[in-house]
């Protein structure tokens, strides 16, 4: 069975860092992902990388903050938060697709086939 196990969320002070980690079966697919749930707000895309990690694609509201990476050979996925904000509260969850990756593709949840259970990031101002 596949999954993916997300680690690394907590509470943490506006301005602060926080380091998400994901592990998995998946992780070798073409296309792995980070996207994240507010309270009262739809799934919303954070960002993506290919399977080399040459390629990656962020959110607006992130970029220039976060970092996604990847580790295909020990099957980990990383998602580096810094200047973290209140408005980054939300449920990280990692997500995989078979799909090679595309910028515009990789920012649409229903690509993603393989989902994990999410992890809680909380920014207090």
């Known amino acids: 069975q596949v999954r993916l196990i997300e680690s690394g969320g907590g509470l943490v002070q506006a301005g602060g860092s926080l380091r998400l980690s994901c592990a998995g079966s998946?992780?070798?697919?073409?296309?792995m992902a980070w996207l994240r749930q507010a309270t009262g707000k739809e799934r919303e895309f954070v960002a993506s990388i290919s399977r080399g990690g040459g390629y990656t694609a962020y959110a607006d509201s992130v970029k220039g903050r976060f970092t996604i990476s990847r580790d295909s050979a020990n099957r980990i996925q990383y998602l580096q938060m810094n200047s973290l904000q209140p408005e980054d509260t939300a449920i990280y969850y990692c997500?995989?697709?078979?799909?090679?990756?595309?910028?515009?593709?990789?920012?649409?949840?229903?690509?993603?086939?393989?989902w994990g259970q999410g992890t809680q990031v909380t920014v207090s101002s």
């Open positions: 997500a995989a697709a078979s799909k090679l990756w595309s910028d515009t593709r990789s920012r649409v949840a229903d690509e993603y086939t393989y």
């Open positions: 998946t992780l070798s697919l073409p296309t």
